[in-house]
C-alpha cells in the first residue's frame, strides 16, 4: 500500500472508528441516561463560568434552538443548570451541575488517553510533522464547500 492509499484509508475509516470508540468509552452505567452528543454539549459548556446558549450554539455549529432541546434534556436529567440573567432576563445562562462536571471530566479522561497514545511513541520531530498535518487538514475540513 503506498502513502496515498494509506492515508485515504485512515481518513475513510477513522472518523468512524473514533466515533465508535468514543461512544464504547463514554457511554458506561454511570451515563447511559445521555449520548456522546451530550457529553460534546456538557464539554462545550465546560466548568468555568456560566455561558449563554448562543456562545455553546456557536461553539457546537448548532442552532440555538436545536441546541435547546437537547439542553432541555440535560437539564432534566441533572447535567445542566438554566438561569435567567440578572442583568438582562432575555438571557438564558447555562452551568454544569456537579453530575455533569463529573461527566465533563470523564470525557475530558477519554480525550486525554486517546492524545497521549498517539503521541507516547513519537519524537519531538515526528510530533511536530503530525501537528502540522493535523491542522492542516483542520483548515481543509473547515473551508471545504463541496
Do not use: C, W
Request: overall charge neutral; aromatic content about 6%; glycine content about 4%.
Amino acid at each position: 500500500m503506498n502513502h496515498y492509499e494509506a492515508i485515504n484509508d485512515v481518513l475513510v475509516n477513522l472518523f468512524n472508528e473514533i466515533l465508535d470508540l468514543e461512544e464504547r468509552a463514554l457511554i458506561t452505567p454511570e451515563y447511559k441516561d445521555i449520548s456522546v452528543n451530550d457529553m460534546h454539549i456538557i464539554d462545550a459548556v465546560g466548568i468555568r463560568e456560566q455561558k449563554n446558549m448562543s456562545s455553546v450554539a456557536r461553539v457546537l455549529g448548532v442552532t440555538v434552538g436545536t441546541l435547546t432541546i437537547a439542553m432541555n434534556n440535560l437539564v432534566k436529567k441533572g447535567y445542566v443548570h438554566r438561569v435567567r440573567s440578572q442583568k438582562d432576563r432575555r438571557v438564558v445562562l447555562i452551568s454544569l451541575s456537579e453530575k455533569g462536571e463529573k461527566a465533563y471530566y470523564h470525557h475530558k479522561d477519554f480525550h486525554e488517553k486517546m492524545v497521549l497514545a498517539v503521541l507516547r511513541d513519537l519524537n519531538a520531530e515526528e510530533t511536530e510533522v503530525l501537528t502540522k498535518a493535523l491542522v492542516k487538514l483542520q483548515k481543509f475540513f473547515r473551508s471545504y464547500q463541496g
